[in-house]
């Protein structure tokens, strides 16, 4: 079973629609990360995020440390947020030397239809 | 203004030729990663440095080869380049676990 687990592995919505993309992680981190890698090949980093929401324009992070799990939300979705999207985990300090890389999920490709 | 940089951008290349890729930043990061990833894959760790001098193997085994020799610069070398080596590879630093990291636009290996 992955450490990191992402829900839906597709989506595809009409523009302007609310989306949301789950992840949900079964170790203990000190921050989870949300990154956005377009179809060029290159990713951004959305957001980190150790508890709590973040909200950045039409995005907006959320976690739930004691349930193990965090969302993804887009608001009034366009075009241009067709991306796949990636959560990703750094497992909590002080736990060895692999303490500082990141754990991966799968991806959830979004396409946004005009 | 801060990035991380990796060149080239995309490389055909013949099998049996050696290629270097280079990844640079101006973070001042200590920690710095390369991934390997496949089309429609997720990434995976083929080597990581914590600072100057200092390489490890990622969780994917890996004929390349990496050094660290500079803070900024940590560029990954394939001796003797084949199509099994044909991928995307992505550059990666930043300063702690709790600390954002920053990744490059990568670069997009074929081997023919």
């Known amino acids: 079973k992955n450490e990191v687990e992402q829900s839906p592995q597709n989506l595809t919505a009409q523009e302007g629609e609310f989306i949301t993309i789950n992840c949900s992680y079964s170790?203990?981190?000190?921050?989870l990360h949300w990154l956005q890698q377009h179809p060029g090949g290159g990713i951004v980093s959305l957001f980190m995020?150790?508890?709590g929401k973040k909200k950045h324009g039409r995005l907006i992070a959320t976690i739930n440390i004691q349930e193990k799990h965090s969302s993804l939300h887009i608001t009034a979705s366009h075009p241009r947020d067709s991306a796949v999207y990636i959560c990703?985990?750094?497992?909590?300090?002080?736990?060895?030397?692999?303490?500082?890389?990141?754990?991966f999920g799968k991806g959830t490709k979004l396409s946004v239809i005009p | 203004e801060a990035d991380i940089y990796q060149t080239p951008r995309y490389l055909v290349i013949g099998t049996g030729k050696k290629i270097t890729l280079e990844c640079s930043q101006t973070?001042?990061?200590?920690?710095m990663y390369w991934y390997q990833q496949d089309p429609g894959m997720e990434l995976h760790l083929i080597h990581y440095?914590?600072?100057?001098?200092?390489?490890e193997k990622g969780d994917l085994s890996s004929e390349s080869t990496v050094s660290r020799i500079r803070t900024e610069h940590f560029p990954l070398t394939l001796e003797s380049a084949r199509p099994s080596h044909t991928s995307q590879y992505l550059c990666?630093?930043?300063?702690?676990?709790?600390?954002?990291?920053?990744f490059g636009s990568g670069t997009r290996l074929t081997v023919v």
């Open positions: 440095s914590y600072g100057v001098n200092s390489t």
């Open positions: 170790v203990g981190i000190s921050a």
């Open positions: 995020l150790s508890s």
């Open positions: 973070m001042g990061h200590d920690k």
């Open positions: 990703a985990v750094s497992p909590t300090p002080y736990s060895g030397a692999g303490s500082y890389q990141l754990t």
């Open positions: 990666a630093s930043s300063s702690g676990s709790t600390y954002g990291y920053t």
